[in-house]
């Protein structure tokens, strides 16, 4: 694929300067010469042809001809999530959400998951890859939360909708409308072992709908693909 | 977890028999003695309590106490996919259909895959995992089919949905109608790369439904668990 992440940090006066991997990935594997047109993403919306003008060892200057900025698509999903033990699963699930729409990702430490460290540099590297495979410019920001309740207090959001696994009055369909009408929505999926009781209360508190993925039982990556897949 | 795997051919006279894998888990792992009480699943809707009887190197012999039966769900969601060429993207993509609720899936080569070999023994083996995790009966069958008209022939539905990229007037949103009014629907996923215009006009002379999975690009795994959650 012909299109690389430089964020905006490093684009100033008509020139994107390639660095450190993407620098490595244009001039070794894709052996890039002087004159060869790439396409650039930025992260934040900006999209940018360029034509390679110097490559040294560890840099790849090119020269913006072409740029294009758009919006970020609204409403924003924001997806969070618990952390799941197993890394391959966690990637999986980090890397499925946003091919299909998060625009941020939460991951939140919860009452029932164990304290696991997390590999954020593979996470922010599956964000990159992500965002060049789906064709997209907005680079999805993955953040890690001691807690859910820290999580709650930092991520605003004028929606919440949370994945429930029991089955009692308060759950119901899902109402597209408020996602719609909304901003920002954030889509909550309990870790493995679910959300506890007073986790579900917290919720409720701050006016989150409890909706239901259906009767299977699911694995919590299952469930991140499944509720974000309600809004293609 | 205490289910245990047992086809119908070691279901007998009131008895039921765990071999290879499943008698190593329940002996070594489970560490079942004589007594102990375990569920075992036949894959074709049988549910089973019994009690250990004699544990040897090679089974161990259950002694059925309770035992229940029941249909497959209706209708029941066939999944057609393409292969997908890195090994555990493709078993990824069969563990989640399970877990979403494919009752059976059909792998096919298409004309835009290239010709690679399957562990089947791995994917029967997920499937296996799978309906213990999702606390079912009915065991997903997974068949390899060597051309995707062949897989068409053989594999019989009464409704057939085609999930494409394309955006035109055919086209359209689920018909979920004709999905809950059938006895078995069709998914069908493209291979990486998508479906050919052959294959697309194939699929419409058999009078199936093109239906969109949203404006995102999506690889196949993630089409595929896009697609079923449709029907949560």
Known sequence: MNIFYVPPAQINNGFAE???QEAIHASKVMRAREGDKLTIVDGVGGRYEGIV?????KSVQVEIKDEQHSLPPKPQLVLGMG??????RLEFAVEKAIELGAAQIGLFRSE?????????????????SAMKQSLQSHLCNVEIYHSLDIMLDVVTVDNILVAHEKVDETN???????V???????????PEGGFSEDEIEEFV?????LVSLGPNRLRAETAVVAFLSQFL
Chains 1, 2 share one sequence.
């Open 83 to 88: 952390i799941i033990k197993k890394r391959d």
């Open 18 to 20: 390639l660095l450190d």
């Open 112 to 128: 029932h998951t164990i304290k696991e460290n997390v590999r954020m540099d593979r996470l922010e590297s599956i964000a990159v």
């Open 180 to 190: 719609h009408n909304s901003d920002r929505t954030l889509l909550l999926v309990g």
């Open 172 to 178: 119901g369909d899902i109402d597209y409308k408020s």
């Open 205 to 209: 508190n701050r006016g989150a709908d």
């Open 53 to 57: 003008r110097r490559i040294t060892k």
